[in-house]
């Protein structure tokens, strides 16, 4: 009997650590994992700026092009040989700013309503009904603008007043194309703010709106401003909505019933002709992606400080 009861101990004692063997070679290789695709994400991006460093410096190395022209200059036609950044800079600029203001009002609303107020039920409904708005796809979005939305805008304001390609249908779009991006990441962030927060404010005798604008929102502002700077770098890197409903017209203005060609759109276009590879045209877009590219990472950065500055942490 003593002897069974040994094998039993000795049997149960090997197990656990086999297995604890075999738990620590799966964490080793997903460990492992982790850390090579981690090292290819960032070897992927550092490629991304070298070729856009190397093709945009031969760029800036040919007569034609000076920096002070890049940088100063309104009119982009490398036909003629002005390139000036600028009229493609203003375009993305008008076209975002439209977005933002769509996009923010309703997207908080949305997030707001989410997460303070609707049932647990409702929101598991609605919110990936609002999601789908992500998945269609942005061609879908530029015909939209320009079928559905240009009409509209050219019955209202009048024909006169505004163009068939025109910025404001574009960025009436891409508002709506964000939207879902900026009221998920919201709601993800109004959502970690402790209930404890929310019990406070009504015992306090706030009503369900004063709790949400005066206590939730400011202790989920981190989240808020990712999430808003987010949505303007992904309205700065859209393409097929600008490029199809905007136009395809270099134009310094800020006028967003006029049409303009922002620098994404200008890259698609220009890229699927028959430029000679070597030419400064040729060259020219990769000096707009890399313009494009700073943008981006500048907004990142405004982004990853915001969510350091007005972090909130709870126990």
Known sequence: ???????????????????KRKWRLGEGAIETTLFVLGLLTIFITVSIVIVLGDQAL???????????????????TPAIGDFGIWALVSSTLTTSAIAILVAVPLGMSAAIYLSEYASPRL???LKPILEILAGI??????????????????TIIGEDNIGVYN????????GIMILPLISSMSEDALSAVPRS????????GATPFEASTQIVVPAALSGIGAAIIVGISR????????????GATSNFTFNPLQAAETMTAHIARISGGDLPYGTVDYNSLFAIALMLFLVTLVLNLISQWVVARFREQYE
């Open 137 to 154: 796809p942005t061609v879908v979005y530029g015909y939209f603008a320009l079928l559905f939305v240009t009409p509209i805008l050219r």
């Open 167 to 174: 910025m404001l249908a574009a960025g009436l779009v891409m």
């Open 58 to 76: 031969l760029f800036f190395n040919d007569p034609e092009v000076t920096l002070k022209e890049f940088f100063t200059s309104t009119k982009w």
């Open 123 to 125: 929101r598991s409904t």
């Open 235 to 246: 309205a700065v890197g859209e393409t097929m909505i600008v490029a199809v409903a905007s």
């Open 1 to 19: 009997m003593e002897a069974v009861k040994k094998q039993e101990f000795s049997t149960a004692s090997f197990r656990p650590s086999e297995l």
């Open 197 to 204: 927060l929310r019990e406070a404010a009504y015992a306090m």
